[in-house]
């Protein structure tokens, strides 16, 4: 973090055209959205939300040490009495501006992430390869939408020698306005699947869509592509039809740029060597996961393309750790011993849970444990749901996964499909699917939860992580 502030309130004016009101600071630390997480010194910026408008609010802001409020003209008056303040026609706008002059005052490269799957995980990979180097700046969580990206622009300090942002959409058009905001000197798309497919109709309309952000490229940039995936002539087309200069391919494919050569996959980690842009490295990823691997090709190529060195790179990513909800490996500590639990809760579509089972596939048991498979609808998928679904029988078999749990309307066609032997339980949803669950695990187990944010599988994992907490359980014994 730099100690020069955030922005200047001059600066922000400027940039935003807003109106000054009340005795204002010279200067922000951080933009906020967020009353409950605001920190002193920061602006505090009123969106309206699809449930909430910010302006209701400003004041909790304010009394927790937010140094200047961003609020609308339309709600300017019911403010309270003296309040800092910056007014503008439309907040949200206002952050896009804000956005917009970030970009402009930056001397830093930046990259940009999208993909069907795998963009949070790619980000955060860049993130720390590139923060070897330099200043490194990027998206929060999965701030990749028309809020989280001109947010995640906005909060980007001067000094950065690096920024990393996440572009994401469900629809057509939606990346366009995103890109044409970050203006990346590289973009990355891990790869194209059937995600959203309920609103799109086909996996070409799903790569059009992505190959929206070739049309932000900067001059003399390049687009780095998943060679192994079969979208990728029509998405070299369309960044060769955008004007990108460079096209820069990953995989196991043998005409890859950045080519996998070699792979032990391990329970905690993996040992890559791989072939960089003609350069030979090996280096290890502190994350398990074929599928992390992959994308592992594609966050040395970016990093190569930006500037930085590429054996300082591969050498940060024996520390990248998978996020919450993405893999991250809790231990539950039972009265009898311990289980591992991958907690895969935040989305699934069907390659991010094929990718899951593997993971679960590769996890070390204890003596008499179980693989376990706790899976919760994937949504989005329209009429081709019940299909994709029934479809992930082989990755349950070839995984060695032991009992399957499932919960949800769309996931009763794998239900139907698990051999007998294999089947723990189903339930209409994740709720009543719990108790089931919770009865079964034994020290030993490996327990892999995953579904759509909307199928709501975390709760299983944060009833599973509360109640086999090790401050909790009496003298557990290592399984």
């Not at 605001?38 to 449930?51: C, L, M, Q, S, V």
């Not at 393309?305 to 539950?332: K, N, V």
Request: charged share 20%.
């Amino acid at each position: 973090m730099t100690a020069d502030p955030l922005w200047t309130i001059e600066a922000l004016t400027k940039a935003m055209r807003a109106r000054p009101s009340g005795a204002l600071p010279p200067a922000v630390s951080g933009i906020s959205i967020d009353s409950r997480t605001i920190a002193p010194g920061e602006a505090f910026f009123a969106i309206r939300g699809e449930n909430r408008d910010g302006h209701e609010f400003v004041p909790a802001a304010l009394a927790r040490g937010a140094a200047v409020a961003v609020v609308s003209e339309a709600r300017c008056a019911a403010m309270p009495a003296g309040a800092p303040l910056l007014v503008v026609p439309d907040v949200l706008a206002g952050l896009v501006d804000l956005a917009r002059a970030a970009r402009s005052r930056s001397r830093g490269r930046i990259a940009a992430v999208t993909g069907s799957v795998g963009k949070t995980g790619t980000k955060e990979a860049l993130r720390l390869a590139l923060a070897a180097e330099g200043e490194t700046h990027a998206s929060a969580a999965s701030y990749n939408n028309h809020w989280g990206v001109p947010l995640s622009l906005a909060r980007m300090p001067q000094s950065a020698a690096f920024g990393v942002f996440e572009l994401g959409m469900n629809h057509a058009g939606e990346i366009t306005p995103l890109v044409r905001l970050v203006r990346p000197h590289v973009a990355v798309v891990t790869t194209i699947e059937p995600v959203h497919l309920e609103f799109f109709g086909s996996l070409e309309a799903i790569a059009d869509a992505k190959a929206e952000i070739f049309g932000g490229i900067e001059p003399g940039g390049a687009a780095v592509l998943n060679r192994d995936n079969a979208q990728y002539e029509r998405l070299a087309r369309a960044a060769r039809a955008a004007g990108v200069g460079r096209i820069v391919s990953f995989g196991e494919h043998e005409e890859a740029d950045a080519r996998l050569l070699a792979v032990s996959l391990q329970p905690e980690m993996s040992t890559v060597r791989a072939r960089i842009l003609g350069s030979d490295v090996t280096y290890k990823l502190g994350a398990p996961g074929r599928h992390l691997v992959h994308n592992s090709l594609a966050v040395l190529a970016t990093a190569s393309l930006l500037g930085a060195d590429l054996a300082m790179a591969a050498l940060a990513l024996a520390r990248l750790e998978p996020p919450a909800g993405r893999g991250r490996r809790i231990t539950l500590a039972l009265p009898t011993g311990t289980a591992l639990l991958i907690d895969e809760s935040y989305n699934a579509n069907p390659a991010s849970m094929r990718a899951a089972l593997a993971l679960l596939g590769q996890a070390e048991t204890g003596p008499r444990g179980r693989r376990i498979a706790v899976l919760g609808d994937m949504l989005e998928l329209g009429p081709e749901g019940p299909r994709l679904h029934a479809g992930l029988l082989p990755a349950v078999l070839d995984n060695a996964v032991d009992l399957v749990f499932c919960a949800g309307p769309l996931m009763r066609a794998l239900w139907d499909k698990v051999p007998p032997e294999r089947r723990g339980a189903y339930a209409a949803d994740s709720a009543a699917l719990l108790p089931h669950v919770l009865a079964e695990i034994r020290a030993g187990d490996a327990v892999m939860v995953k579904g759509s944010l909307g199928s709501r599988m975390g709760p299983i994992v944060k009833a599973l992580a509360d109640r086999y907490s090790r401050a909790d359980a009496s003298d557990p014994a290592p399984a």
